[in-house]
Nanobody
Framework: QVQLVESGGGLVQAGGSLRLSCAAS????????MGWFRQAPGKEREFVAA????????YYADSVKGRFTISRDNAKNMVYLQMDSLKPEDTAVYYC?????????????????WGQGTQVTVSS
């Protein structure tokens, strides 16, 4: 069982930066693939980024590639999403997710555990 709690969301102007954090409970955190997803009002949840157990492999949605960076600190049971050059279309609730498999998947049904989400709003 893994519990996930996101933080770091807020209001930022276009072109600005935010860093999201996800705190995970559980002694086996390092055995989970971690992902970030987002959901804008009236839209389906979409994949943002994923990171492997060790942090050595990452995978990004095309819409955020080059602007967002996912990282993890297994000693602290934390995963991060550094978001730079933010755009109004990045506005959404951002969710942290954990998967017990080894694949860096963009599909939400691959992930077993989810946080409650944190709101990110980018003004133009």
């Amino acid at each position: 069982q893994v519990q996930l709690v996101e933080s770091g969301g807020g209001l930022v102007q276009a072109g600005g930066s935010l860093r999201l954090s996800c705190a995970a409970s559980g002694r086996t955190f390092s055995s989970y693939v971690m992902g970030w997803f987002r959901q804008a009002p009236g839209k389906e949840r979409e994949f943002v980024a994923a990171i492997s157990w060790s942090g050595g492999n990452t995978y990004y949605a095309d819409s955020v590639k080059g602007r967002f960076t996912i990282s993890r600190d297994n000693a602290k049971n934390m995963v991060y999403l550094q978001m730079d050059s933010l755009k109004p279309e990045d506005t959404a609730v951002y969710y942290c997710a954990a998967a017990s498999g080894s694949t860096l998947s963009a599909h939400s049904n691959w992930y077993d555990y989810w946080g409650q989400g944190t709101q990110v709003t980018v003004s133009s």
